[in-house]
């Protein structure tokens, strides 16, 4: 399993729509844009890595109040056991209408040897 599936199952459990990258068609009132950010191997033994830590950032872009929905974005990422690395609100962008609000999270995947 990878962060990037975990995410997309969880955005489908809580009814949100998701893309990866940017947001493809017309978009909802409110919508997901799931970034990869870093892969890495941390932990090292005998010059081979044991976890693999992915970052992703998960953008959401509302019209009207995002503050319901990020509440319950983060309750979904704690009982899922995923690291939130950082939280902010990026801005309201005048030109579309949207509050775009980021939510960075990682999480480490033990290495099969």
Do not use: C, W
Request: proline content about 4%; cysteine-free.
């Amino acid at each position: 399993m990878s962060l990037l599936a975990e995410l997309n199952a969880l955005a489908e459990g809580i009814g949100i729509p998701v893309e990866t990258g940017v947001f493809t068609g017309t978009a909802p009132d409110e919508y997901l844009v799931l970034t990869p950010m870093a892969d890495s191997f941390t932990l090292f033994a005998d010059n081979k890595p044991q976890y693999d830590v992915q970052e992703i950032r998960i953008s959401l872009y509302a019209k009207g109040s995002y503050m319901e929905r990020k509440e319950q974005i983060v309750r979904a990422l704690l009982t899922a056991d995923i690291d939130i690395t950082d939280r902010r609100y990026i801005a309201h962008e005048d030109d579309t209408g949207y509050f775009h609000y980021a939510i960075d999270v990682a999480r480490s995947y033990e290495m099969e040897v």
